[in-house]
């Protein structure tokens, strides 16, 4: 069952049918009051308990004597109270035959959930390439929430994703019901440049922090993506160039990294980075390794400056700033973390 946290059609359905029947009711009753007033000449008390009475077809007798005119207009009130009667439990009958109330109640539910997310990861467009994502962030237990236009694209990964929203990524209502100022990165994977464009300018705007991944299709696009704020633009023709040379010239290499960063096992190549508050601060590579018990190994370090070590000894000194490049599972990762 697909539903969204932000307010969609399904919502303003039921609100419309909810709203169209209290007006009807409203009218019915403003008419019984005004016509006993008119046509019996009686006070707003007895009209409008008069009203009451006969919509409610409780089978009270009348309030005073009716003349001709008045029975004939009871007669019009109640056929008006037993349709508008009728129209109500057809209506609930059909909300609930739809499964709406349900889908309202999860769907609230998982609004809640999402406005409580820290750091988490958001997904923007769930086609190939965003099932792909999100895949690896299910591999590697990271939290995100899935967001695409299309409630097809939805439905194929309902049953393995917790949170996913159906709207317009672009727009900031859509991003901020996602979460995206306590995010920490965006994914954006859409079909085509324009849109990706137009989340990264409304992902910065709403977030000058948070890091922003996107998909190009065009090289021509990939400027315009780091102007707009993004800080890393994925060619898919760079990428799959590449890819097939290295096929080609280094297959087990390829093959090794593809174990690292999409097999079946959960170890991945990934990166801790050393805060000012962290406890690695100052220590050196071995200390880092003996800081847990379980498997993880540092095949580099990127200094702060931007240099990358991939030959250092174990005695090398961890600063402020490092990310240490390491080899390891999510549990050991967090662990470290």
């Known amino acids: 069952m697909i539903f969204s946290p932000i307010q969609h059609k399904s919502d303003m359905e039921i609100k419309k049918r909810i709203i169209f029947i209290l007006l009807i009711l409203f009218g019915l009753f403003a008419l019984g009051v005004a016509g006993y007033r008119i046509i019996e000449k009686w006070d707003y008390l007895d009209a409008f308990f008069m009203t009451v009475i006969t919509l409610a077809t409780v089978g009270y007798s009348e309030v005073r004597p009716l003349t001709e005119a008045g029975r004939i207009f009871t007669i019009f009130l109640i056929i008006g109270g037993i ?7 057809a209506t609930i009958g059909a909300i609930v035959a739809e499964g709406e109330i349900v889908k309202n109640f999860r769907r609230r539910k998982m609004e809640k959930k999402i406005r409580s997310l820290k750091e988490h990861y958001i997904v923007c467009g769930c086609r190939d390439i965003g099932r792909n994502i999100i895949d690896e962030l299910i591999k590697t237990k990271k939290p995100f929430v899935a967001v695409d236009t299309d409630e097809a694209y939805l439905a194929r990964i309902d049953d393995k994703v917790e ?8 727009e900031d209502i859509t991003l901020e019901k996602a979460g995206i100022e ?11 440049d324009k849109d990706n464009l137009f989340i990264v300018l409304a992902a910065r705007n709403l977030n000058k922090k948070i890091r922003i991944v996107t998909e190009c299709v065009e090289d021509s696009s990939i400027g315009k993506f780091h102007k707009a704020g993004a800080d890393n633009v994925i060619s898919t023709n760079v990428i799959g160039g590449m890819r097939m040379a290295s096929e080609m010239l280094r297959p087990n290499v390829t093959d090794f990294l593809d174990i690292m960063l999409r097999g079946r096992s959960n170890v991945r190549v ?8 962290s406890s690695f601060n100052g220590v050196t590579v071995s200390d880092f390794s003996k800081n847990h018990k379980a498997y993880a190994t540092t095949v580099a370090l990127k ?35």
């Open 270 to 277: 990934n990166e801790v980075l050393v805060e000012k508050d």
């Open 83 to 89: 349709g508008l009667f009728s129209y109500s439990i």
């Open 182 to 192: 306590s995010a920490s990165g965006i994914f954006c994977a859409l079909s085509n």
């Open 163 to 170: 949170f996913f929203l159906l709207g317009d990524p672009a």
């Open 303 to 337: 200094r702060a400056s931007g240099d990358y070590l991939y030959h250092f000894s174990e005695d090398l000194q961890i600063e402020e700033g490092d990310s240490l490049i390491v080899i390891a599972d999510p549990e050991v990762l967090k662990k470290i973390k």
